[in-house]
Each structure stands twice: as C-alpha cells, then as structure tokens.
C-alpha cells in the first residue's frame, strides 16, 4: 500500500509518500517547506501568511515528493491531509488538495488528527506495538497519551497553560536567545550552570499527569527585569530553564508511567514525540525512566518528531488498512481533541473502503 501524506496544519508545508511493505513501512519521500523567512518579521507564526504560503507551495512539493518516491499519482493507494486541529486557512488549503487529489484520481481519503500523526509515529519508525505511553510535546501540544490502538486513545493529562514548546520559545525571547527558543535554550545551556537560578516546577510532586508552564515565563521575566544578562548569566539561565522544564515533564511522565504499567502490564513502551522531544536532556531522562519501570524507550529521529508529512500517510496507511475512509465533505477542524471518540469527533463519519 503507498499513501500520499499532506500536512499543512501549522506553519510546515509537506507532503510525503510512504509505503507499507512486506519488510515493513519505507518513507519514499518525506518533503518539508518551513515558513520561519515568512513569519520572522512578526515574531510569531501569521495564520493568514501561512495558508497563502501553504497555497503557493504545496502542489510543488507534492510533485518533488512523487518524483523523488518514483510513484505516479495512478500508483498511490489513497491520498491521507491534515484536518485539525490547527490553523484553519491551512487545513482548508491541506484538506481541498488532497480531497481534489482524491477525487480526481477515484483513490480513498483519509482526514487525518495532527495529533494522532505525532502519537503513531513510533509504529513508522521503531514499529512498536500497541498499547504504549506517549509523552507528546511541542509548540502546540502537551499531552500524555496512551495508545491502546487505532482510534484508541486515552488522555491521562494535558497543560493547563502553555506547551512546554511555549515555555521555551517564550523564555528564550525573554533571554535574547533566537527562535525557535527550544534548540537555542539547549545550545545555550550547555556551558550553563542549571542550579544558579531557582526556578518554578509548577505541580512537581502533586498527583495526576497535568502539566503547568505559565509561572515559569514570569519567574525568568523577572529576573529579566533586573537588567544586564552578560553571556555567562544568559548561559547558566538557559540552563536552568531548561532543567526546570525537564524537571516538570519528567515528574509528570512518572506519574502517568506510573498509572500505564498498573492499568496495561501489557504495555510495551514509554514514546517521546513533538518538537520538544528532540531535546537531549529530555530523551535521556525519559529513557531511564522507562528503564526502571521495564519499558522500551522510543524517540523517533528529530526531524520525526518534528512536523512532516510522512507521519500523516502513515496514519493515512494505518486506516486504510483498518478500512477507515472519511467523505470528501468532511470539514476540517481547528480544534480536534484526539482522545474523545475520533469517530464521533469527525463530521463525515467513516465508510468501509
Ligand atoms: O512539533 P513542532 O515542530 O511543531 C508544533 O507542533 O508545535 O514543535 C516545535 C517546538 C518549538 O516550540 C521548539 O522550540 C521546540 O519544539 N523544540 C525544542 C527543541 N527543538 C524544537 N525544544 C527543546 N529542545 C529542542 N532541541
Ligand atoms: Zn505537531
């Protein structure tokens, strides 16, 4: 089976082809267009920008990726978008594309959760089986996800302010450091003292899997306030940002470690997904959590942890296989929690293809 994967839900144009195979999935090709250029200027991402940018380059990206997979669009198995949540100007570009795609060429359509996109990540690259605990952190997201299977999916907690990808793009700019903050706090930090400054670990030691990042903004602007960061102030406040957060998620991944082990003795692994989970520090005190608790620990590469297309076929893939097939009027969804009944979520149902 080869699915074309469309995702336009944020500020990433991409477009990818994956196919399942006897031996396992084989990305075929996997075709990103980031947008910083554009939305630098602002500061922040600019959702009518987006979508004009996804609307100029998608349909090019989308013939690199058939090119480079060496695949006509009559080969394809069916065609998998992005229909939320996320900015709505980009799903409805993402959504119309791989609808118009799907129809033209008589091929299955899947509208696909971003978010289960990042959560069955694992199962393209490190091919683990269901059910896992995923930790799933970026700019957008922050949840803790278990993943009894396609569909199947139990919240067991989520932020109550901001993302912990927030928490560093925020902080850094408090700092002076670039954006995006996450990769320009880790390189900072690496000369730093993380133990100078004492910083927030909001709900640290408190039951349940929520997390909490907002305290951690004020606390580094107010040492901000107090004025002149010299290189080795910015360094050891980078550090200690980044150990705060670590602390935090690591704390609350425990937590939710703790509740999957006890409820699926079955489980097979503790999983690092989004953006934030391409953070050293974090990969490494995930992977001894899930050592001492038994479990397998999996990150997929950073650059599939980040936003991509190749994420989207395969949940594309991985629904066909199911017989899952959504209606071409199905409506994209700005806003689309992944852990109530997917089904009931989607406005066009599912037909057996
Ligand atoms: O998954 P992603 O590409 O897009 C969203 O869905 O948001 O995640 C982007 C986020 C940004 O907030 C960025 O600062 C953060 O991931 N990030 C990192 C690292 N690399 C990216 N955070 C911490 N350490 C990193 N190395
Ligand atoms: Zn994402």
Redesign the pocket.
């Known amino acids: 089976m080869i699915v074309l994967g469309i995702e336009t839900s944020?500020d990433?144009t991409a477009a990818a082809i994956v196919a399942a195979t006897p031996q396992g999935p084989r990305i075929l090709s996997n075709q990103l267009r980031a947008q910083f250029a554009e939305h630098a200027p602002f500061g922040g991402v600019v959702p009518e920008i987006a979508a004009r940018a996804h609307l100029d380059h998608l349909d090019a990206l989308i013939d690199r990726a058939l090119a480079e997979a060496n695949v006509a669009l009559a080969e394809i198995d069916g065609v998998a978008a992005t229909a939320g949540p996320g900015l709505i100007g980009g799903l409805i570009v993402g959504t119309m594309m791989g609808k118009g795609i799907a129809w033209g060429t008589g091929k299955p359509f899947v509208a696909v959760n971003h978010l289960e996109g990042?959560a069955l990540t694992p199962r393209l690259t490190d091919r683990v089986d269901f059910p896992y605990l995923v930790l799933l952190v970026?700019?957008?997201?922050c949840q803790l996800l278990v993943c009894a299977g396609v569909g199947l999916y139990t919240r067991l907690g989520t932020t109550l302010d901001d993302?912990?990808?927030?928490a560093?793009?925020k902080t850094a700019k408090l700092i002076g450091l670039g954006y995006?903050?996450?990769?320009a706090?880790?390189h900072a930090a690496s000369e730093g003292d993380p133990h100078r400054f004492v910083l927030p670990r909001p709900l640290k030691g408190r039951p349940g899997c929520d997390f909490s990042f907002s305290g951690l903004k004020t606390a580094v602007s107010r040492l901000v306030a107090v004025g002149g960061l010299d290189t080795r102030d910015t360094a050891d406040l980078a550090a200690s940002v980044q150990l705060a957060i670590c602390d935090a998620l690591i704390d609350r991944t425990a937590n939710a470690v703790d509740w999957f082990c006890r409820h699926h003795p079955e489980g097979t692994a503790l999983v690092a997904a989004?953006?934030?989970a391409?953070?050293?520090q974090?990969r490494s005190r995930l992977a001894a959590l899930a050592k001492a608790a038994g479990l397998r620990f999996v990150a997929p590469p950073?650059t599939m942890?980040?936003?991509n297309a190749a994420m989207i076929a395969w949940v594309g893939i991985e629904r066909l296989r199911l017989g899952l097939v959504d209606h071409l009027d199905a409506a994209p969804h700005p806003r689309w929690p992944l852990d109530t009944c997917a089904a009931a979520a989607r406005s066009g149902g599912y037909t057996a293809a």
């Open positions: 944020c990433e990042h970026s700019g957008g997201h993302s912990p990808g927030e560093f793009d995006p903050g996450g990769p706090i880790e989004g953006g934030v391409a953070n050293d974090l950073p942890c980040t936003d």
